[in-house]
């Protein structure tokens, strides 16, 4: 996420203008071919997530990490096909990298 938000146009371009405080910024249009394939294990991770408590009874999910999961299932792909905040997806994919880090450390 962060490596194509800093080099696959149109995203680079968008961050450079905002780290830049340029008046007008398009960060909400834009497709990006390295999210079309890290979208589905993505989208799979979470998926996956949602349902280890159900196969593993001693593994608890906190019910907001539960919504969190099923709002990016639902919103995310909505997001990708219609071309639209492609730019913040590729942000929250990058911070969402740390997530199965926590969960070895629990």
């Known amino acids: 996420g962060a490596q194509v938000l800093l080099t696959e146009k149109p995203f680079s371009e968008a961050l450079f203008s905002l780290l830049t405080f340029a008046p007008s ?9 390295t ?9 799979g991770y979470f998926i996956y997530d949602l349902f280890l408590p159900l196969v593993k009874p001693n593994i608890k999910m906190p019910a907001l990490i539960a919504v969190h999961h099923l ?6 792909p909505l997001s990708y096909s219609h071309e639209a905040g492609c730019f ?13 880090l926590l969960w070895l450390r629990g």
């Open 25 to 33: 910024v398009d960060t909400v249009h834009g497709r990006s071919s």
């Open 35 to 43: 999210l079309q394939v890290v979208m589905p294990f993505m989208l």
């Open 71 to 76: 709002l990016c299932v639902v919103v995310w």
């Open 88 to 100: 913040y997806l590729l942000y929250f994919m990058a911070a969402e990298l740390s997530t199965p």
